[in-house]
């Protein structure tokens, strides 16, 4: 190596070093210690930050051990992680938070370590599952239709663009009710939605953002691990953005319209106080923005008064628990009938789980 | 992309002493053994100053690498199921280098090999498992053996870059993976994490008795020793390492080259095909997106650094698999990111393929030096050396 | 916004795409065209240009200026060149391991240094609007150039030009064709491919520091899929001529941008196959333009790779 590249070297190793926060190894007898398992880097303007966002602020927490590993991927890896976890650091509750942890692996630990209490992000768990798992999950879907009034009263051009990975439910659902929060505001608007097909990758999410907006699309948003991608290359075209995960405002401070963020850190509490209390964290915990598991971004400036005012009020019907996002009379993309009228699903509908339709409107398929 | 013909050593002319000989063979042997180990040695020793210069300990790394990797049974087990997966990676780099040919493309073999034995699971659920599943891992070998055979053919019979081909194509393997695992073959209760169907759990693999890691492990060894054998002990072998040092001579001998290259490449994507074979019935119980784990690109560091000796490809395995299993505790213990790993194995395989060089020419392991000192010290002082 | 241009916003999109996305590829198999001219090949460009990606990134986060960036990319792209180099002039080390070697330990110290520079923003480098004459966005969008890409468009003139017209193009040809002649013109071999390895490593520095600094623009682990390997293939299939790889890079490029635009006009079965294409087309023309019983046209005779 050249001399100046040493020299950067110091310079680079110097702020990394600033950036991580140190972590004292001691433990006290009676301290609970919880491990927490990321896929990706945890600090990655998304999914893998939410959690770890929620981690860094639990480590205030009287008696408790925070230990966390990051770019765990989901093959059996994660299990020896889990291990090295209880086995290493002594962790007792174990959190590993990608879809993909869930099942062998983290089921398997489960049974080989029943005296720990494993709780995954995902809601997977069902009763037939070991009583020491459970699963956790927020319903992100209402976040989403919050950001589709924003985008409804921002848009000129009447079309909205969403990047998604992969065609699955959780992600099928937030298109949805982007696209009807939109439409609640005006019916005919549409949203085109272009899959890259991988959770993480940057340069086909600015490609997808730029044929989206070349399509006439005046405000995006996304469902990626890490939508900085896309809100920067957004924002750069002029197009207004819509967050997701976490706060994206501070990448385009002016055309930020709002964000559906996870807030993961009353559900951890609430396991971490339930096992310092000596019981039995619950096994299946769900809920949205009335439970404060999403939450949303502070409306950036593009957002009108009568946008802030109509959001408001949705957002203040949801907090009451039960609002139904998809809701008949529904069709989908292709004309078939979703829903008929006077039929709904509220956010804790189990139909919600399995959907695999893009609804009137949304311009993609399945 | 060919390897350069071993210079064949300077015979000196006075007879060594039986002595001698014997330190001559000694020399020679250990020459193999301690170069590499000393290189990554050195390696580690350069990982050290690397650390120490961003104020971390090396101590500690080493500690933590020893913890983490090997000083326990549950360390050793860690390690030990990572190796599994890189042992049929390491072949399939290993089998086409004796014969000049750097594939870097194994992971899609995996991914394909895995793709296809969860796809034969369906038609064959009818059968008893144990010949469903040999029958499984035949379909994978198969289609491995296709993939990476279709390298060697581009390469032998068009003249096409098997570094590159063999990239393109596991590019196009994993798109068609997921193509095919989004599609065709998607389970449709593989609601958020597209699968293909579960093997079902009759064609699962149980775990070896004794040290609870899967059968992958097993038969990598044996896929290993069996290269092995192929490699140093067969005609055929001898034949591709002729014409992996010289494919003119080995056209003049009448060597069927071309057959060569095809046999060699296929072997070796049927073994890394069967790293995704054992991903699927002993791990994750479908073939799905997480098939494609970067097994195949650890699998070319393995190959190199154990010199693309498949005997050699079991303990560097075993060592990486160790240096993997550590890496969670580096990040939990020393505050390091997970990248750290990378750097570690980067700069050993730079210091180990470095090391190349030393070959044949520390005065330690040539004889023939030991006899040109001797006649050099036995000149007129002042006689250039 | 203009209303609906149908199939012809796919085109658009594709000339968008291409002047987007080709120009890592453009600097990477320019850099690596010098370096196989000279008769080696560096398949560390792809780790070269990941750690031009950060270190551009993280100087344009430290100092503000996105063009002290480029220029950190480019010290420390040949920084990894001359280390390529210099490992490969021992006797006996294959140039291929060496770039795998170079390619995990060049991403490895990114990533390594890199973890604290995903969260701040770098000021982009400054875009060129070319298509300031038309009044439909998408096109204007199209045609905003980056400076980066000219150079890289002149370099490969140059390059080009350079490599027939000028005793230092002459003499890397040489010693890429025959390093025996080269030897008895009195050349050190070493030498020149050491430094056509230091300046193939700057051009993918530089490469690197396009994908942080302007397109996608932002720095995360994931922002190289691949382009720096990839760019060494187009090496080959653009006959290791400067103006061919400019085509070729843009082809690529083009080809990467159909994905997502067929999906915007409503193509949207087998994206995962569209995505594909630039692997396939290559692959096809590689197949289509080798020959079993000659050496490529046009490559140096002392390449391992066409041995």
Known sequence: ?366 | MVADAAVAPVETADPPARGLQARAWLARRSEAFLIPVGAALAGFVLFGLFLAALGKSPLQFVDIVYRGGFGSSFALGNSLQRAAPLLFAALCVALPARLGLVVIGGEGAIVLGGLSAAAAAQPLAALPPALAIPLMALAAALVGAVWIGAVGFLQAYRGVNATISSLLLSYIAIALSNHLIEGWLRDPASLNKPSTLPVGDAFMLAPMPGIGVHWGLGVGVLSCLVAYVLMDRTTLGFAARIAGGNVRAAQIQGLPVGRLIVGFTALGGAFAALAGFFEVVAVQGTANGTLAAGYGYTGILVAFLARQNPIAIMPVAFLLGGIEASSGLIQRRMQLPDATVLVLEGLLFLVVLASETLYGRLHLFSPHLWATKRAAAALPAGAPA | MSGDLGLWSVLIAVVGGAIRVSTPFLFVSLGETITERSGRINLGLEGTLVFGAMSAYATAVLTGSPWAGVAVAGLAGGAFGLLHGFVCRLPRVNDVAVGIALMLFGTGLAFFFGKAFIQPSAPPLPAIPFGFWSDVPQIQAALRVNVLFLVGAALAVFLWWAFRNTKAGLIVRVVGDSADAARAMGYDVDRVRLFATAAGGVLAGIGGAYLSLYYPGSWNEGISSGQGLMAVALVIFARWNPLACFAAALLFGGAGALGPALQSVGVTQGYYLYYAAPYVLTLALLIATSSPDRALAGAPGELSLSK
Not at chain 1, 56 to 73: D, H, I
């Open chain 1, 1 to 366: 190596m050249a001399d100046h590249s040493l020299s950067r070297r110091h310079l680079l190793g110097g702020a990394a070093a600033l950036a991580l926060t140190p972590l004292s190894r001691a433990r006290a007898a009676g301290t609970l210690t919880a491990g927490f398992i990321y896929v990706g880097p945890k600090d990655d303007y998304g999914y893998n930050q939410a959690h770890a966002l929620a981690a860094k602020a639990l480590k205030g927490m009287p008696g408790l051990e925070v230990t966390e590993e990051e770019r765990v991927p989901e093959t059996n890896a994660v299990e020896k992680t889990m291990e090295s976890m209880i086995n290493l650091d002594g962790a007792t509750l174990l959190l590993p938070t990608s879809f993909g942890h869930y099942s062998p692996y983290m089921v398997a630990e489960a049974k080989k370590n029943p005296k720990i209490q494993f709780r995954h992000c995902g809601g997977l768990w069902t009763d037939k599952d070991p009583k020491n798992a459970g699963s956790y999950f927020g319903y992100i879907a209402q976040g989403q239709y919050l950001n589709g009034i924003a985008a409804g009263h921002a848009t000129k051009s009447k079309k909205l663009g969403f990047v998604a990975a992969k065609p699955i439910p959780q992600v099928l659902n937030n298109i949805n009710a982007f696209l009807l929060g939109a439409q609640s505001v005006d019916p005919s608007i549409t949203c085109q939605v272009i899959f890259t097909g991988e959770w993480s990758l940057a340069v086909k999410e600015a490609e997808a953002t730029n044929a989206l907006i070349d399509g006439g699309a005046d405000v995006v948003t996304c469902h990626v691990d890490s939508p900085k991608v896309t809100v920067e290359t957004a924002a750069r075209r002029g197009a207004f953005v819509c967050g997701y995960h976490v706060d994206q405002s501070p990448l385009a401070p002016q055309k930020y319209l709002t964000g559906a963020e996870w807030n993961w850190l009353p559900i951890y509490k609430g396991f971490v106080e339930a096992m310092q209390a000596g019981k039995v964290p619950e096994n299946f915990v769900r809920g949205g923005l009335a439970d404060g598991y999403v939450k949303m971004s502070p409306y950036g400036p593009g957002v009108s008064d009568a946008a802030r005012k109509n959001a408001d009020a949705v957002k203040a019907e949801m907090m009451k628990g039960g609002y139904q996002i998809i809701k008949g009379p529904l069709k989908d993309n292709a004309g078939k009938e979703i829903l008929a009228a006077g039929k709904g699903y509220p956010e804790k509908a189990a139909e919600l789980e399995s959907t695999n339709y893009l609804v009137a409107g949304v311009k993609g398929s399945v």
